[in-house]
């Protein structure tokens, strides 16, 4: 609970540095999560569904506030957790990328569901700036934290992991940057990948070679970007605006991805094993090939995922709704 307080009190802080207009909904002396009707709120957003408190839940905050939901992920597996839980269904509103997504959260639901709003992602409109940033060329390595027993089980860094830092460290010529997932080293200390100390060593080799980036602000590095590989699932959907290749590490077991995450990782590199792996980086890095890229671009086309401003379209959908 110690490494929670000082989470909350660092999320307070990050939030506040941005000039939002931030409030404690967790009183961290008396270890009590705060009632939101305190707030004289209108309009909640949610950004997950679960370990929600009882005092903040929707059958609460629907008594006095009209109730929102955009994930913090972009959704590209195949579960019920994202579309089937009674949270979805007392949603006031609830927000879906695209067309493909929602027509497949309405397929699969065990209830009618007439609350979805198609308008985008919020994390998409970072790529409507105009702002110019020079290409660093970072190769970004982004490990998730999904180990079996998982209801996920994308986590591959047991045959990948060491690798992927050896190869960094031959090729200075390459700039990496380490994005683990935040609970990557909790996950692996818990299911015996690696013991505490060894998983500390791990991440300090990579702060001694490559940018380590362990916070929110990572957008900017995508765009300085040449390459991304990872197992983590909603990375494989917010890197696809960038254009760039991803080597998309495989695990068999890990669950399946909705149409909407099939679209995008068919233009993906799907490595399943090490001897592939080495191929596709020696390819993509070394030999600078990109066979997938002109796939790539006419999927993104399509898809049509980064064109106007998602926070706008759900701005105009909520007055649209009240007026």
Same mark, same amino acid.
């Given at each position: 609970f110690g490494k929670f307080y000082t989470s909350v009190s660092e999320n307070y802080e990050y939030f506040k540095?941005?000039?939002m207009n931030v409030e404690y909904a967790y009183d961290i002396e008396t270890k009590e999560y705060i009632g939101l009707d305190k707030f004289n709120i209108d309009i909640l957003f949610y950004q997950q569904p679960w370990a929600i408190a009882p005092n903040q839940n929707i059958s609460v905050t629907s008594e006095f506030a009209l109730t929102c939901y955009v994930p913090y992920f972009v959704a590209i597996t195949d579960s019920s957790i994202h579309y089937d839980q009674? #949270?979805?269904r007392t949603l006031w509103q609830q927000y879906s990328i695209n067309e493909l997504v929602c027509n497949e959260y309405k397929r699969k639901s065990? /209830?009618?569901?007439?609350?979805?709003? $198609? $308008?985008?992602?919020?994390?998409f409109d970072t790529y409507l700036s105009n702002e110019d940033i020079?290409?660093?060329?970072?190769?970004? /390595?982004?490990?998730?934290?999904? #180990?079996a027993p998982s209801h996920l089980n994308f986590a591959t860094f047991q045959w990948n992991g060491k690798y992927i830092l050896e190869y960094a460290k031959e090729h200075p010529e390459f700039k990496f940057v380490f994005k683990p997932h935040p609970q990557l080293k909790t996950r692996m200390i818990k299911r015996k990948i690696m013991s505490e100390k060894e998983v500390d060593n791990y991440f300090e080799e990579w702060k001694k070679i490559a940018v380590f980036c362990n916070d929110a602000d990572y957008y900017d590095l995508f765009k300085k970007s040449r390459l991304m590989i990872t197992d983590c699932s909603s990375f494989l959907g917010e890197y696809f605006p960038t254009k760039n290749p991803v080597i998309n590490l495989k695990n068999k077991n890990s669950i399946k991805f909705n149409? #909407?995450?099939?679209?995008i990782t068919d233009c993906y590199y799907k490595v399943y094993d090490l001897k592939t792996l080495k191929s596709t980086m020696k390819m993509l890095l070394e030999d600078n090939l990109d066979p997938m890229k002109e796939?790539?671009?006419?999927?993104?086309?399509?898809?049509?995922?980064v064109n106007t401003s998602t926070?706008?379209?759900?701005?105009n959908v909520i007055k649209e709704s009240i007026s």
């Open positions: 540095s941005k000039g009674i #949270f979805h065990k /209830y009618p569901l007439n609350n979805y709003q $198609v $308008v985008g992602h919020p994390k020079e290409n660093e060329g970072y190769i970004i /390595y982004a490990p998730h934290h999904s #180990f149409p #909407f995450g099939q679209a796939q790539r671009l006419a999927r993104l086309k399509e898809l049509d995922i926070a706008e379209r759900i701005l």
